[in-house]
Structures are given as structure tokens and as C-alpha cells.
């Protein structure tokens, strides 16, 4: 079992930053890729980014490219997201997820954290 924590969401207004943390605890962190989803109201959960076991292969959806950037610290058990040039359209629960293969589909993670709420002011 992996138990995963995410925190740093918020209130941010439109061009502002903030970086997501997911805090991971259980099975040894660093054997799992990571990946980050989040789901607005009335939308299915949507693939964000993803980065395998060592952030050697990283995979970006195109409505984030060149905006947020996935890292993660194997010596701390976490993973990051990093959010730039926040939009309205990046307002979403955030979820952090583990699985063996970094990839967009959700269906390949095991273990989900319970979400942090980011929310985007115009």
C-alpha cells in the first residue's frame, strides 16, 4: 500500500503560481512513477503530467506544456507540480497518483491521494 498526501493548493489569481506537493508514504516511493490529474466540476478527470521512477521520462497534457513542470525528490518521498502562468481553466481538484509505468492513462495508477482544491480568479 502507498498512502499519498497532496498539499499547496489555493486561491491564486490568473498568472500566478503555485507549486503542489504529494507526499508519499508506504511501499519504497521510488519504484512507482508519479502523475498528477485533476478534475473540474462537471468534467471528468483529466491527465496533467507524469514522470517515471528516476525523472528520466516525463509526459506533459498540451494545455500545460511550457506552464507547469513535475519534479520529484526520491530522498523525501514527494512529488511536485509546479504551476506558472496559472488560467481560470486550470481551476480543478488536483490529485497526485502512483503507479508502475508513467503514463496519461488513469486507469494505470494504483494509489490516489484525496486532492487538493486550486482555483484560478480572472
Known amino acids: 500500500q502507498v498512502q499519498l498526501v497532496e498539499s499547496g493548493g489555493g486561491l491564486v489569481q490568473a498568472g500566478g503560481s503555485l507549486r503542489l506537493s504529494c507526499a508519499a508514504s508506504g511501499r519504497p516511493f521510488s519504484s512507482y512513477a508519479m502523475g498528477w490529474f485533476r478534475q473540474a466540476p462537471g468534467k471528468e478527470r483529466e491527465f496533467v503530467q507524469a514522470i517515471s521512477w528516476n525523472g528520466g521520462t516525463r509526459y506533459d497534457a498540451d494545455s500545460v506544456k511550457g506552464r507547469f513542470t513535475i519534479s520529484r525528490d526520491n530522498a523525501r518521498n514527494t512529488v511536485y507540480l509546479q504551476m506558472n502562468s496559472l488560467k481560470p481553466e486550470d481551476t480543478a481538484v488536483y490529485y497526485c497518483?502512483?503507479?508502475?509505468?508513467?503514463?496519461?492513462?488513469?486507469?494505470?495508477?494504483?494509489?490516489w491521494g484525496q486532492g487538493t482544491q486550486v482555483t484560478v480568479s480572472s
Open positions: 497518483a502512483a503507479g508502475r509505468l508513467a503514463t496519461p492513462d488513469l486507469k494505470q495508477y494504483d494509489y
